[in-house]
């Protein structure tokens, strides 16, 4: 049983006229200059969007997930489905969908990631350092 998938979503021209393909959203033809092309079905650009945030899909990204009958952008799978862990740093709860740093097996919040000699954060010695590295990592 297929639980998860993760799929490429193409943007494809129309084919020439009176092979237009019907949108599996609307199920009108699509007419459109453009069209989308997931889960094996034809979208119009407008009519590929998540079920929780109703972002459309072709704007977000290449990739949509589906699970549970539902289309999601990959910020509301991982909302709905990801895992969640706790920052090595602060012992909190970190989101599935937020940004993070990995050093070895912990996971950081990008504010809670530090040098542990001089305790000087990632964030502000990037912006200091003017875009020459990292040279405290």
């Known amino acids: 049983m297929l639980i998860y998938t993760k799929q490429s979503v193409p943007m494809l021209s129309v084919q020439p006229k009176g092979k237009q393909k019907g949108c599996a959203g609307c199920n009108r033809k699509i007419k459109d200059r453009y069209l989308l092309k997931a889960l094996d079905k034809y979208w119009h650009e407008d009519c590929l969007k998540c079920a929780c945030?109703?972002?459309?899909?072709?704007?977000?990204?290449?990739?949509?997930?589906?699970?549970?009958?539902?289309?999601?952008?990959?910020?509301?799978?991982?909302?709905?489905?990801?895992?969640?862990?706790?920052?090595?740093?602060?012992?909190?709860?970190?989101?599935?969908?937020?940004?993070?740093?990995?050093?070895?097996?912990?996971?950081?919040?990008?504010?809670?990631?530090?040098?542990?000699?001089c305790n000087q954060s990632w964030q502000t010695q990037s912006q200091a350092s003017s875009g020459t590295g990292l040279p405290w990592l």
């Open 53 to 117: 945030c109703d972002c459309r899909l072709g704007e977000v990204g290449s990739t949509l997930y589906t699970k549970a009958n539902l289309i999601l952008c990959r910020r509301d799978y991982l909302r709905l489905f990801g895992t969640t862990g706790n920052c090595a740093a602060c012992s909190k709860l970190i989101p599935a969908f937020e940004m993070v740093m990995r050093a070895r097996d912990n996971v950081y919040h990008l504010d809670c990631f530090a040098c542990q000699l």
